[in-house]
């Protein structure tokens, strides 16, 4: 069942991105939770087995395109059809509130996730993403 996040279910997320390889250093992924959950564009999906949580996938809209992150599935758990499903409730979320566009961003090197979107129908777009730290 997918469902999502509330501010108890922290934790745990927050291991299973870690247990992914998802986090990193400079971003504290408690941070990127919390303001995921209690944001008004944005949200968090978690795909429940009875006793933990299986998966999960951060979903957000920023007016003109929606974006994913953080999409994760415990590594028992993988090759069921658990990412494809996340992937699934991401989009109808976004589509729900008419956003036309999903966009997400693969570290390089990260072939298993490039093979696994490009399997959902996700290309390349020819764009450069630039970034710097603020803090």
């Given at each position: 069942?997918?469902t999502?996040?509330?501010?108890?279910?922290?934790?745990?997320v927050v291991?299973l991105?870690?247990?992914?390889g998802?986090?990193?250093?400079?971003?504290?992924?408690?941070r990127?939770f919390?303001?995921?959950?209690t944001?008004q564009a944005?949200a968090?999906?978690?795909?429940?087995?009875?006793?933990?949580?299986?998966g999960?996938?951060?979903?957000?809209?920023?007016?003109?395109?929606?974006?994913?992150?953080?999409?994760?599935?415990?590594?028992?758990?993988?090759?069921?059809?658990?990412?494809?499903?996340?992937?699934?409730?991401?989009?109808?979320?976004?589509?729900?509130r008419?956003?036309?566009?999903?966009q997400?961003?693969?570290?390089?090197?990260?072939?298993?996730?490039?093979?696994?979107?490009?399997?959902?129908?996700?290309?390349?777009?020819?764009?450069?993403?630039?970034?710097r730290?603020?803090?």
């Amino acid at each position: 069942m997918i469902t999502p996040a509330t501010l108890a279910d922290e934790a745990a997320v927050v291991a299973l991105w870690e247990a992914c390889g998802l986090t990193r250093p400079w971003n504290p992924p408690e941070r990127d939770f919390h303001r995921a959950v209690t944001g008004q564009a944005s949200a968090i999906l978690l795909l429940r087995d009875p006793d933990t949580i299986a998966g999960s996938v951060m979903v957000g809209e920023d007016g003109h395109r929606g974006w994913v992150y953080y999409l994760a599935v415990a590594p028992e758990c993988r090759r069921g059809g658990h990412g494809r499903a996340l992937m699934v409730a991401a989009e109808e979320w976004l589509r729900a509130r008419g956003v036309a566009k999903l966009q997400l961003m693969v570290r390089d090197g990260n072939e298993d996730a490039l093979g696994f979107y490009a399997a959902l129908g996700f290309a390349p777009q020819p764009v450069a993403v630039l970034g710097r730290f603020l803090d």
